[in-house]
């Protein structure tokens, strides 16, 4: 049983009148994968921008334990230091890739702060230092290691912008991973997927889990996706949790069921809803 | 007291011309998004309008002055509205959809044409024209220091009011106002419904313009002078009114005039003169910096 | 209205039936008496009537044969360039390009009368302009038909892969230039006027071109580089080289301070509270007289010595002018003031180069493609832990020591600086420089630099229109190339040469 990597405790985020997340506590497990579903609005990307720093929650412990056993406060972190210090790194539910960069300029930059450091803060890097080079020559490598997972290593120089929206899905995981995260986090990675990008996805994410022994939380409204890879469940509805285990005690729980199909609950399931939650029609 | 009183109603003055500009700031921002920095220099193309108009009914043998006014009023907005028209149309139109940048150098570069056209037109030199509106009334007598309130002072806050008046009820009551509105929260949306976006962008700066050449008109009767470089000091004032006030915001927009005319008219009556544009700029770094949507304006989340 | 702007201009149609094309003429004509229309009354009250001073009095005169002329002109060119796009290129180009070459022979004659001038002036450029849109428009035409990219693109590509080779002869030229039999004072002054120039874009270029924020108060580190090369070479008796450094520290400082609260500005916020700090240190400047001796300037600056040699006719006793040494060592030569003249101008060309080298350097360092990246999109790379003040904070502090430097020379070239040289003109005219040139580039600030400063230099009676026409370029090419003339980005150029291609 690995160690928790992420707790959140009860936290709260309130936009003006409207409570988006209310007392929402959850345990992501590192080397684990955590899904976050709930019907829309139920506050999933809420807590998502809470975590990594676009939002600042007055209410709420979000504590994110590094290797070494340090613990990172991450409601009172900057945006950026998340990303740079507790090291967790996400994508964008609307793909934020750097359009009119190169998909290998878009993973250089994921590496802009080892390469700043070796570098020596831009002033040793003017004189062309050795070290500096080398930490390049690393960059590119991890660059190219994660384009060759991603099978984009031949459209390294094509502009991000013009590739085809399954291959973006896939550079700004790659990007993420650059970082060397502790903690990935995938704002609904599969949305426009097909049926085989989407069992593409499944075996990239279980490989980061498996290859690189992280933690990956992640949002998703696919079922094939969240039912086959997750470790963890958390429900989420209208702001509150609703039910948080394994696949199998969260695709029979009853209030699960009702949140996403409403009240009725004697009607029944869609022949798909009902083999994505491997529920027995 | 008698001198903060004198300075209070100068202030206002002041204040209700800044307002007028400040107006087609907030205006333009609050619909396309951009500041446009031409704006001061339409501004001081009212005044010389208005200068020109004046000595030409002069020469025309109107001399009776409330309709000698209505007329410069009229053919000052008028034409100052046209000239704002048409910066829109060709420095910022082809720009709609192009980086940030763009329509704010294309703005620059307008507003260094335009100082320089009426500078290569008119000459390099103030213009001056004799007080057209004389008197004052005795508000009180203080140890010696006479409180005065300008018949031109009236003049110019009833003008503001009744402009103010009428902006709001346009904005608000007629169709043109519903679809200026709907422009600001969402122009795709707004033209896949048929608002005419172009003719209404264009519009919004036909409003602003035609404020300007009033604000124009005026500050060349208050103060007798006017010359080519005016408008950029009084244009950044104007714009640091708007933003004060909340941009985006139109009653905003006139409360941040007033407050920045009664500010630069207290701080050189009671400090000294030569710092007091260093006082508005702080207020604007200021501003920006802790309060970015302003007094009166709206928070904005960003959606991420 | 039909297009100006940057879309590629329509393929020819070819010639229709009758009707249709006399339907479209009189569209053409009923369009180009609209815009007559629209610069008549435009023209009216600012072009038709001049105000005149005579004395401490206001007096009206009015102008309206030239206004008249003017608007025709207008008129005329509109339709020609609507006939431009119709098809009838080549009659135009040959009518336009026969006037333009007409117009400059009668002015130069003196065919033209005084007060009509510039209306003259007007209609050549009119003219000329008609002339290079038809031929671009052709020639377009047959690129479209090979290659894809428009030709503005291509030319920018071109340039820039060209400037490899460019850039050495410039710079040869630019190094062999004050040893040239033609070369006099005049021409050493001109080229240090625009080596200042080019510095200053160059240095502004790292805040606007490569990190893309917008600075319209740049001339503020100008005049804290300039002021405080002054102070301090007059208080503690430095000589160039050792008070430069401090002037740049200065500077940067200045930057720093200055952009820390306010780089978290948007794009046009950020641009106004610069312009409004560049104000600030003018009137500050201007003000503050135990500092700066308010308007009346520093003077008496410490002029730059060969290696302790001044550049005087009579030296104090003991010490030898740089002519004496010259004589004694080299060849014999009397005192001149082009000798210190030279001098500068080396001094601002190692500057310039000094500039231009850190900048290409700087260019193949991960900070500039972050600095590219938070232009793109800064909310992303926060979630990749960049950290987009102190990224910013740096393009700043840089940008402010260049212009920290160009301040101290201006300091040492003038002998004399007061708060008028630095207004927000200044900071109107580099920005010029940086966005007509090509933002990001360093070959286009060169050329914008040498068009802008150099030209009316020469021209030197069209010194009051050259602002006119700095105004009207930036907003013309804003709308043709809103990147700027010479804008144009390769990645593997800037990049890491070794893209992951498979072996």
Partial sequence: MTAALLTVEHLTMRFGGLVAVDDVSFTAIDR???????????GKTTVFNCVTGFYRPRVGRLALRAADGHEFLLERMDGFRIAQQARIARTFQNIRLFPRMSVLENLMVAQHNRLMRASGYTLVGLFGLGVYRRAREAALERARYWLDRVHLLDRADDEAGNLPYGAQRRLEIARAMCTEPVLLCLDEPAAGLNARESSELNELILFIRDAHQIGVLLIEHDMSVVMKISDHIVVLDHGRKLADGNPAAVRSDPSVIRAYLGEEEDEELPAEVAR????RS | MAYFLQQLINGLTLGSMFGLIAIGYTMVYGIIGMINFAHGDIFMIGGFIAIIAFMTLGLAGITWMPLALLCILILAMAFTALHGWTVERIAYRPLRGSNRLAPLISAIGMSIFLQNYVQLLQGARNKALPPVIHGSIELMDVDGFTVQLGYLQIVIMLLTVVLMIGLTLLITRTSLG?????????????????????????????????LAAVAGLVWLMYYGVIDFFVGFMAGIKAFTAAVLGGIGSLPGAMLGGILIGLIDTFWAGYFSSDYKDVATFAILVLVLIFRPTGLLGKSDVEKV | MSSTSAAPPPAVMPPATAQPRRAALALIVKDALVIGAIALALAIPLVGFKTVDRGSTTLLETRFGPMLCGVSVIALGRLAFSLINAGYTRTVFTVAATLASAWPLAVILGAAPKGWLPLAWMSWLVALSLALRAAYVVWSERAAAGGNLAPGERMAATVQRLSAFIAPVLIAFAVAMPMLPLADQRWVDLGILVLTYIMLGWGLNVVVGLAGLLDL??????????????????????NFWEALPIAGLLAATFGVLL??????LRGDYLAIVTLGFGEIVRVVLLNWSDLSNGPKGIGDIPRPSFF?????????????????WFSQHLWEVSFSPIQRAIYLYYIILALALLTNWFTLRIRKLPISLAWEALREDEIACRALGINPTSTKLTA??????????????????????????????ES????AIVVLGGMGTQIGVVIAAILLIGGPEWFRDLESYRMLAFGALMVLIMIWRPRGLLAFREPTLRLKPVSAKSP
């Fill in chain 1, 276 to 279: 994505d939650l491997g529920v």
């Fill in chain 3, 396 to 425: 700043f502090a840089i940008g402010a020591m260049f212009g920290g430097f160009a301040g101290a020379f201006f300091a040492t070239r003038q002998g004399f600086i007061s708060p008028e040289s630095f207004n927000f003109m």
């Fill in chain 3, 259 to 264: 952009g820390f609260p306010v780089l978290r």
């Fill in chain 2, 178 to 210: 519903r679809q200026q509105r709907a422009c600001e929260q969402d122009m795709k949306m707004a033209s896949l419904l048929g608002v005419d976006v172009d003719r209404t962008i264009a519009l919004t700066f036909v409003m602003g313009a035609g």
């Fill in chain 1, 32 to 42: 684990q994968i955590t899904a976050l579903i709930g019907p829309n609005g139920a």
């Fill in chain 3, 217 to 238: 108060g740049y001339v503020a580190f100008y005049a804290v580089g300039a002021y405080s090369f002054a102070i301090f070479a007059k208080t503690f008796a430095l």
């Fill in chain 3, 308 to 324: 302790g040699m001044p550049f005087s006719a009579a030296p104090p006793a003991g010490v030898t002018s740089f002519h004496q």
């Fill in chain 3, 428 to 431: 109107a005219i580099i920005l």
